[in-house]
């Protein structure tokens, strides 16, 4: 058998881009979510508070969803304002923190109450919450409950979505 041939090194546009990214990686390449309105559940820490610094970067109006780290979003919102403050971008705060268990379909109805109560419309909604159990050793659970409630967090919010959202029941 033939050995596998070595990768071609990268083109010149190709790598200036790459190093290009690699330089400003928190910088805005566009307005593209200027006026829109987002929510990101999971937006206390990780995948989720990336998001929604760089939604915001982009020109969002960033909704943080948490489930018990009320900190993390405050400081996500906190980072959120500065960075607005340092553009000049004033008016009112173009963030909203909002609690909920997303593995309870009656707390997800009650934030996006509170979403929509606030906000006139949702344009992006990004269901990046997920569910850790921390359980002693020698407990035991069944099955059924333990995978009823990661279905919960994973579904629940987009079924929550489409129900109070029109648009996105047509699209789902």
């Known amino acids: ?3 596998a041939a ?3 090194a990268p083109t010149a546009p190709a790598a200036a881009a790459a190093a290009s ?3 400003t990686p928190l910088g805005p390449s566009a307005a593209r979510f200027e ?3 987002a929510l990101i559940t999971g937006a206390s820490k990780g995948i989720g508070k990336a998001i929604a610094l760089r939604l915001a970067q982009e020109g969002a109006h960033v909704a943080l969803h948490y489930g018990r780290d009320k900190a993390g979003a405050e400081d996500c919102a906190a980072q959120i304002a500065a960075y607005n403050a340092a553009r000049g971008i004033s008016g009112p705060p173009r963030t909203l923190l909002l609690q909920a268990d997303t ?3 009656e707390e997800l109805m009650r934030m996006f ?3 929509f109560a ?5 344009d992006v909604c990004i269901p990046n919450a997920g569910t850790q159990t921390g359980e002693d050793s020698h407990t035991v659970r069944p099955l059924a409950t333990i995978y009823t409630r990661y279905v919960l967090v994973s579904a629940v919010s987009c079924f929550c979505s489409r129900t109070t959202h029109p648009l996105l ?3 789902w």
Not at 118 to 122: D, E, H, K, Q, V
């Open 103 to 105: 593995g309870s379909e």
């Open 169 to 171: 029941y047509v699209l």
């Open 21 to 23: 990214i690699a330089r």
């Open 6 to 8: 070595p990768a071609a």
């Open 118 to 122: 606030a906000w006139p419309r949702l």
């Open 113 to 115: 109450g509170e979403y």
């Open 35 to 37: 006026g829109k309105y």
């Open 1 to 3: 058998m033939a050995a």
